[in-house]
């Protein structure tokens, strides 16, 4: 297990990957725990963000049949992807999913799911007990209750766990903005979701650009 201080304890986007779980209609219409919109905004830009700094990510719904497709603009963020489907409630029973996170060869496991006391905990724990370090995005999950929603984050801390929020998980992995290949990306990602913190850097950027001319 990685360090829970210091700088090996932080995110790096090459080490990172994601897998973002059951972001689907039927667990949204059972989500109290925060104001739907926000976690749909939140999980959007995280997607949004992994895919600046090339993280893998990984799509998964449980019985999509029943449930619901992915959140359409998530979907939307890798249109190519085909999401995992599964029956399994804890994701990291599906070897599918394990598989896929193994094929990239990275430690840091960042999760984010609906709902958090019971598709993010589950993996969240599991996946802690096969050795990887798990950040659980927890203002990009949501659960039945705002109790249900605390109880699971306690646990898996607990557990071992880091909780993170998704724009924690940004400054994270661009960690110095003289790594200029991912600002303008970041910029863009900020800007659509970062509510009054991305009213601000935009205002920056402008600011910034009037200097260079």
Not at 152 to 175: D, F, Y
Not at 184 to 196: K, P
Request: charge should be negative.
């Amino acid at each position: 297990m990685a360090a829970k201080n210091g700088l090996q304890a932080l995110l790096r986007p090459e080490d990172s990957v994601l897998v973002l779980i059951d972001h689907q209609p039927f667990q949204f219409a059972n989500l109290h725990s925060h104001e739907p919109g926000l976690i749909v905004n939140n999980v959007v830009g995280l997607a949004k963000a992994a895919k600046a700094f090339q993280v893998p990510t990984i799509l998964t719904t449980v019985l999509e049949q029943r449930g619901g497709r992915l959140i359409k603009s998530l979907q939307d963020v890798f249109p190519e992807q085909k999401p995992i489907d599964r029956t399994f409630i804890n994701t990291w029973e599906d070897r599918r999913v394990v598989e896929a996170v193994e094929k990239t060869g990275r430690k840091q496991l960042v999760l984010a799911a609906l709902w958090t006391e019971i598709c993010l905990a589950m993996p969240a724990i599991h996946a802690l007990g096969d050795g990887y370090d798990v950040f659980v995005v927890t203002d990009a999950s949501g659960g039945v209750s705002a109790e249900a929603h605390d109880m699971a984050v306690r646990r898996m801390v607990a557990a071992g766990a880091v909780p993170i929020t998704w724009l924690a998980v940004t400054g994270e992995w661009q960690r110095d903005w003289a790594r200029e290949h991912s600002v303008s990306a970041l910029a863009e990602v900020l800007g659509g979701h970062g509510g009054g913190s991305g009213i601000a850097f935009a205002w920056e950027m402008q600011l910034l650009e009037g200097r260079e001319r």
